[in-house]
């Protein structure tokens, strides 16, 4: 399968514990994203980078939340000290420049993530 | 970002075609309409978009208004699978490409 991948699946941590997750696109885009979904919402974006530049931060992005894309291929999202707040799918989808211009993204399958 | 209006919850018959619709009253120039879809416990799923001329894939059809204030999705022949979330997105083709979801339109599809 050459979808977009990510790891763990599932995550359950107590409060206050640092999580980190993987997310590896579909190579050769160049573009990734994470997003984060909670129950009955649609996802949210929280940051995306163009190879291993960041390129926007959402303020949803608090200073817990670090990510990284360190040779512009796979990417982790770290959340140090969770919060019951933080429990939430988080998406991760890539893209690249189609022949007709656009940025359809892909999506994985999502790390969902549960703070105790 | 423009914002879009969905219906929250849809019902059609198996086989039928099943339309989507979406309000988009302050839309952009530049920007597209960008159709989702997600079914349960896995991650969106891109189906179709497009400006302004109405647009067609393997998927679905995309019926834009002349004043692309709204905006349509066919699925033609819908079938048990189609039952999804269905996410109405504008967005800027070049640029920030970042999408903003709503809660979408639950589409359920009764055999």
């Known amino acids: 399968d050459t979808g977009v991948s990510q790891d763990p699946r599932h995550k359950i941590t107590k409060r206050g514990q640092n999580v980190t997750f993987r997310c590896d696109p579909i190579?050769?885009?160049?573009?990734l994203y994470w997003y984060r979904q909670t129950l009955g919402q649609g996802p949210e974006f929280l940051t995306y980078?163009?190879?291993?530049?960041?390129?926007?931060k959402s303020r949803l992005l608090s200073d817990r939340f670090s990510a990284e894309r360190p040779k512009g291929s796979f990417s982790t999202l770290e959340i140090q000290r969770t919060e019951q707040g933080d429990s939430a799918m988080y998406l991760c989808?890539?893209?690249?420049?189609?022949?007709?211009?656009?940025?359809?993204?892909?999506f994985g399958p999502g790390t969902r993530l549960t703070v105790t | 970002d423009a914002k879009t209006t969905q219906p929250p919850s849809m019902d059609c018959a198996e086989g039928r075609a099943a339309n989507l619709p979406c309000n988009h009253s302050?839309?952009?120039?530049?920007?597209?309409v960008y159709w989702y879809r997600q079914i349960h416990s896995q991650g969106p799923q891109y189906i179709i978009h497009?400006?302004?001329n109405n647009e067609t894939n393997e998927m679905a059809s995309l019926i834009i208004t002349e004043d692309r204030k709204s905006s349509t999705l066919i699925l033609p022949h819908a079938t048990l699978r189609d039952t999804a979330v269905y996410y109405c997105?504008?967005?800027?083709?070049?640029?920030?490409?970042?999408?903003?979801f709503g809660t979408g339109t639950r589409l359920t599809i009764i055999p």
């Open positions: 989808a890539s893209s690249f420049l189609s022949s007709l211009g656009s940025y359809e993204q892909y």
């Open positions: 190579s050769e885009h160049n573009r």
């Open positions: 497009g400006l302004k």
């Open positions: 997105i504008v967005s800027p083709n070049f640029g920030n490409e970042k999408l903003t």
């Open positions: 302050t839309i952009s120039g530049n920007e597209y």
């Open positions: 980078f163009q190879n291993e530049a960041q390129l926007e």
